[in-house]
């Protein structure tokens, strides 16, 4: 079986390349990749090559296969997991696997097994610890999203808590509680606003923040504050470039009180002291965003930390339930992942959209590997329409879906332009 894919070679060494994969054994499984989403996670791999603590020191002789958000269909099932995965059927896939141990994951590590592939072969150890997801929705864009959000799900469930006098952390955030998220009109974020306006346990008040004025906009466009006031969330989205003490306005917000669950969405040094400072009595903030520069660090009230009880966590992917939990509250309507997609592109744009991905602006590069595309945005459709029937379709299409990705618009290019 020949496939195609975008490998990694080393630091800022990628190449799209045709090679022929090995006869799967009996606890492997072969599968075609429909959808991946590309990451930032990603790009920092390639940026750092062999240094990164995912990638094999030999990959500059045994090139790995990037992509980690990735959706598809079952080929062929080794003998082994026959009574549990059936040829044909759709999967999901938690790439965290930590297994023994172990930091290597698929779009870092092995050699045949990533997403920005056209066919590739799960091993063994993703069946053995339940990462491998029989998956039964419609949408494969669905199912690559619901890494990123079981990412966002993660951290909500990482957040905790603390009871004067007892030595217990009450696990998640706090009900109807004051929750700030800075840096949140990027895709992750606008994933976590759904998220969270839309799960049984949210705040009273949610206020994200950011400096860009045409993020902030989008993000007020898909995700309303009239929507969120529906589902008893007070939602506020908040410029801080020009206010001159964005930590007072931010604590003004709560009455001063402060809030209870932070979580930083840039890895900016300024962001999380700002984290730090607004946070009130037993207030958690959570590092979200990963940093590239293993010697990032950022002052603490450390007066705060002893007598008002504030604390910090860090939280990086998520776990099998998580990404479970991202697939159920889709299937029931209840989230739309599509919120996090800006663009869409083919295989043939990949390495160029990884390699550039932060001078990229929007959200989530969603791309289809069994097919050729340029990288397009979804609000350039309309003007690539008009010379160009397909695109004019698929703008027809998103203009329905509030601008976003659908599962009409994956049928249409599926339909169209897809070669497997």
């Known amino acids: 079986m020949k496939t195609r894919a975008v490998r990694m070679y080393g630091e800022d060494d990628l190449r799209l390349e045709e090679f022929e994969l090995p006869e799967i054994k009996d606890d492997e499984i072969l599968v075609k990749v429909i959808s991946n989403g590309i990451c930032m996670s990603t790009y920092k791999a390639v940026k750092q090559g062999a240094r990164h603590k995912r990638v094999p020191e030999d990959v500059a002789v045994n090139p790995i296969i990037t992509g980690h958000e990735f959706a598809g269909e079952i080929v062929k099932v080794g003998d082994k997991w026959k009574d549990q995965f ?228 860090g939280s990086t992917g998520g776990n099998t339930d998580d990404l479970i939990e991202s697939l159920e509250m889709t299937s029931k309507g209840l989230i739309n992942p599509a919120v996090m997609v800006t663009h869409v592109g083919g295989m043939d744009s990949v390495s160029e959209t990884i390699l550039n991905l932060p001078n990229i602006p929007g959200g989530k590069k969603l791309v289809y590997t069994n097919m050729d595309m340029e990288l397009t945005a979804i609000e350039d459709f309309e003007e690539k329409g008009k010379t160009d029937e397909f695109f004019a379709k698929l703008a027809e299409i998103t203009s329905r879906h509030r601008g976003l990705w659908s599962l009409e618009a994956e049928k249409y290019l599926l339909e169209n332009k897809f070669k497997g």
């Open 86 to 313: 059936k040829e044909g059927n759709k999967f999901a896939l938690q790439p965290a696997l930590n297994y023994k141990g172990s930091p290597y994951a698929p779009g870092y590590s092995y050699k045949y097994f990533g997403g920005n592939a056209t066919y590739t072969i799960i091993p063994r150890e993703v069946m053995e610890l339940g990462c491998l997801i029989n998956y039964d929705g419609e949408g494969f864009f669905e199912a690559s999203l619901a890494e990123p959000m079981s990412c966002v799900i993660g951290a909500f469930h990482s957040n905790y808590h603390t009871k004067s006098g007892v030595y217990q952390h009450e696990m998640g955030v706090v009900r109807d509680g004051n929750m700030a998220i800075l840096g949140g009109a990027g895709p992750m974020g606008l994933g976590a606003i759904d998220y969270i306006i839309n799960c049984e346990r949210k705040p009273k008040l949610l206020v994200v923040t950011d400096i860009d004025d045409s993020k902030l906009d989008r993000a007020r466009r898909i995700l309303t504050p009239e929507e969120a006031r529906a589902k008893g969330v007070e939602l506020k989205y908040v410029n801080t470039k020009n206010i001159e003490t964005p930590e007072e306005y931010l604590l003004s917000l709560t009455d001063n009180k402060g809030y209870d669950d932070v979580y930083v969405y840039a890895p900016v040094e300024s962001l999380a002291e700002q984290g730090d400072k607004i946070l009130g009595k037993d207030g958690c903030l959570n590092f979200f965003a990963g940093p590239t520069n293993k010697q990032f660090s950022a002052k603490v009230n450390y007066y705060n930390v002893h007598y008002s009880a504030t604390h910090i966590i």
